[in-house]
């Protein structure tokens, strides 16, 4: 019995480890430090996080599910990373998305989750007028996290946090555009309104619109840069 028990804690410690491996991995890869192409050795990777061989291995494996390596049987895994039409699919997709999003959580929200929408916005017109581009960033992700959590459907909420994390490195090359993150807060104000009076096709729509006009941004100033 307590064999077994033994087992289940070191299988479960290894999955934890795999997991950190797996994100710190998935970080370096979406914020550039590891380029397109680039050779991720088990070793090598190993040794900087001071971990064995085998989590490395299977966070690798994960990252090849998740499209952002390739792994090439006999030779080693490579970095694929996010293109320039990975990125027009998520924004395609997340305005689906996240429309679902702002209509469920009209229909879920609390009334608390309503009063972090209010002073995430008051904050956010306080540093864009100031245009503190890096506080703003912070906030436009938590304005989305508070949504994702009001629409309370796990399965939508884990795909909308992972395509938010895909796009992390061109939103921060957006949102440090002055113009970009001054209408991007009055979207997010326009959004909270119609969730506040239980218009749900109405937030839908604003926040499918929203990802449109956050995309046609990037196809201005910042997505070629970020993925060049």
């Not at 087992?7 to 997991?19: F, I, K, N």
């Not at 293109?83 to 997709?93: F, G, L, M, Q």
């Not at 909270?192 to 201005?220: G, T």
Request: charged share 35%.
């Amino acid at each position: 019995m307590s064999e077994s028990r033994d087992v289940r804690e070191e299988a479960s410690d290894r999955y934890s480890l795999r997991g950190r491996v797996f994100h710190r991995l998935r970080e370096d890869i979406l914020s550039g430090h590891y380029r397109e192409h680039e050779e991720l050795r088990e070793v090598a990777v190993s040794e900087e996080m001071g971990v064995s061989r085998t989590p490395v291995r299977e966070a690798l494996r994960q990252l090849e599910l998740e499209g952002l390596v390739n792994i090439i049987p006999n030779r080693g895994a490579y970095v694929t990373g996010i293109t320039k039409k990975d990125v027009e699919d998520i924004y395609a997709i997340r305005a689906l998305l996240e429309g679902l999003c702002a209509r469920w959580a009209t229909e879920h929200i609390t009334d608390k989750q309503l009063e972090e929408l209010e002073e995430n916005i008051y904050l956010s017109e306080f540093h864009a007028s100031k245009n503190h581009a890096a506080q703003l960033t912070e906030l436009d992700d938590a304005f989305h996290e508070i949504l994702y959590e009001a629409c309370e459907s796990k399965m939508l909420e884990h795909q909308l946090r992972d395509f938010h994390e895909y796009v992390r490195r061109v939103r921060r090359c957006t949102l440090a555009d002055d113009e970009r993150g001054r209408q991007a807060v009055e979207e997010h104000r326009r959004i909270m309104e119609a969730i506040r009076q239980k218009d749900s096709a109405r937030a839908e729509a604003l926040a499918a619109l929203h990802m449109k006009n956050a995309y046609d941004n990037m196809l201005k100033s910042g997505l070629s840069e970020a993925y060049e």
